[in-house]
């Protein structure tokens, strides 16, 4: 084997790798004596970087559901909105239903991947299960998700599509969403699934009335960040008053289908002390309605002035201290009234000339919702309802007579609605209503003079219980009650 005389010979090659090699292990001993070994890891890591600099262009975010030991909700919205990206290609996919749950859930499985675009960028989700590097680790599996994108887009993904997953998210937890029923049990809320069928649609309300409504409920849910900004707790309150059978309930359970809130139904009468309603109201949930029927018959509550006897502290037996006004009142708009988001709270009654002006004013109920006896607008909701009726075409030949006995108030949604209901033809309903509303038309008018009569019977009486001297007020006085004890 020959070598040309500008080349180094083998055995000069090998010579200088050996003295190489000296010197090195010779550094390395010197450099493990004088320098710290913080101090050499960080030279090794400089010099690993500097040497083997990535050329990738791509950036890996990893999105686990442990964060802090709380839910990672970026990692719960990713689920969501990649369960409707799922691509028809896909060969492993996890499949779950919840008790609460109408349909089945798939989502991603171990390796599968979704491909996105948001604004013409190209996005890699890709779905990893880390089942541990040692034998027995299982029960530390963790899951999570890799979202791959270019390096340079990175603002725009972290400020404007990881918010628009999070939004498209909402939007599909709200189409699945289970309305549930909340109800006291031992001062414990017990759920059901909530299926009432009413909504705006079906309601027997004037449609202007439910145009207010919906606009209300629509202005409340987008306001958040103006709520924020003027200082305000994110709750709406709403009082539907008006006689029984008119629809309150109807309208409350229109409500929680409009908006997919959940409804709490607190009766106050199971509920004996403040610091129990306290107790149950931190309990429920955002997003939801809290609702409190015939507030004016639910519980008697203390008077106000009378709630703290002279000499009593605040601080004497509060635990113990029994429902008063007051604390409903605190929860309502008070510093308890900041503790959850996006609550609407609701009160009905039959008789609002008996409730407490505090509970009435804006703040507390800010929408006072008349619900009236049935007009014919309302009949005619009804009727489509109940019978399929439509009179955008050609109305019932005895729309023109209910119209006109209809007119006033005379008789209540749930009335109608009991009419209708017995019988499935709708000449039939029909003629069975027209009837009922005769006969309420005929006593009305039967009673209206007698009432009339006993009105200027009273006055008259009471003019001539005035006294007329110092001495005769109580005389007086209790002369005038027997006689309205008696006309009534």
């Known amino acids: 084997m020959f070598f040309s005389k500008d080349l180094p010979s083998p055995t000069s090659f090998f010579t200088a790798y050996a003295s190489m090699a000296g010197y090195i292990m010779m550094i390395r001993s010197m450099a493990h004596q004088l320098i710290p070994g913080t101090v050499q890891d960080l030279i090794y890591s400089s010099l690993h970087s500097l040497l083997f600099r990535s050329t990738s262009t791509t950036l890996t975010l990893t999105i686990d559901d442990d964060n802090m030991g709380m839910h990672n909700e970026i990692y719960q919205a990713a689920q969501t909105y990649l369960s409707t990206k799922i691509s028809p290609d896909a060969v492993r996919l996890r499949i779950s239903k919840g008790h609460k749950d109408k349909h089945v859930n798939l989502y991603l499985s171990d390796g599968e ?46 400020n404007s599509y990881i918010p628009h997953v999070e939004s498209k998210a909402k939007e599909i937890r709200d189409e699945r969403r289970i309305l549930m029923l909340h109800s006291l049990n031992s001062l414990r809320w017990e759920s059901v699934i909530l299926e009432h069928p009413s909504t705006f649609k079906t309601i027997a309300m004037e449609d202007e009335l439910k145009r207010d409504v919906m606009e209300d409920l629509d202005r409340f849910i987008r306001r958040k960040d103006y709520y924020k900004k003027v200082g305000k707790a994110w709750k709406r309150g709403y009082l539907l008053y008006g006689p029984p059978g008119t629809g309150k309930s109807s309208l409350v359970a229109a409500m929680a289908n409009y908006l997919k809130f959940d409804v709490y139904d607190l009766q106050l009468a199971s509920v004996m002390r403040d610091s129990d309603l306290r107790r149950l109201l931190l309990a429920t949930r ?3 309605i809290l609702v409190i029927e015939d507030i004016d018959c639910a519980v008697d509550f203390p008077n106000r002035l009378e709630q703290q006897q002279p000499g009593e502290g605040k601080n ?49 109920m800010d929408m006072h919702i008349y619900m009236g006896h049935c007009t014919f607008q309302g009949f005619k909701t009804l009727a489509s309802n109940y019978l399929g009726l439509n009179d955008t075409t050609m109305p019932h030949r005895l729309y023109p007579g209910i ?32 009837n009922v509303l005769e006969k309420m038309r005929f006593k009305a008018n039967e009673l209206s003079p007698v009432l009339k009569k006993k009105e200027s ?32």
Not at 139 to 146: A, W
Not at 319 to 332: D, H, K, V, Y
Not at 465 to 477: F, H, I, L, Q, Y
């Open 113 to 158: 991947t979704v491909n996105d675009v948001y604004q013409n960028v190209e996005l890699k989700w890709r779905f990893v299960t880390d089942r541990g590097d040692k034998k027995g680790d299982d029960d530390r599996r963790s899951e999570y998700f890799e979202l791959s994108f270019d390096k340079k887009h990175k603002d725009l993904i972290l």
């Open 286 to 288: 955002n997003r939801s």
């Open 316 to 364: 004497c037996g509060d635990s113990q201290a029994p429902l008063t006004l007051s604390g409903l009142l605190n929860f309502i708009d008070g510093l308890w009234s900041s503790c959850g988001d996006e609550r609407i709270i609701i009160f009905t009654t039959n008789h609002k000339d008996r409730l407490d002006p505090a509970l009435l004013r804006p703040g507390r």
């Open 403 to 434: 119209e006109r006995l209809m007119d006033g108030e005379v008789i209540t949604p749930a009335q109608v609605a009991e009419e209708l209901m017995k019988s499935e033809d709708a000449d039939v309903a029909l003629e069975g209503l027209v």
């Open 457 to 488: 019977r009273l006055e008259r009486d009471e003019m001539r219980a005035r006294p007329d001297t110092e001495g005769s007020p109580r005389k007086n006085s209790k002369r005038i009650k027997k006689l309205v004890l008696f006309w009534t």
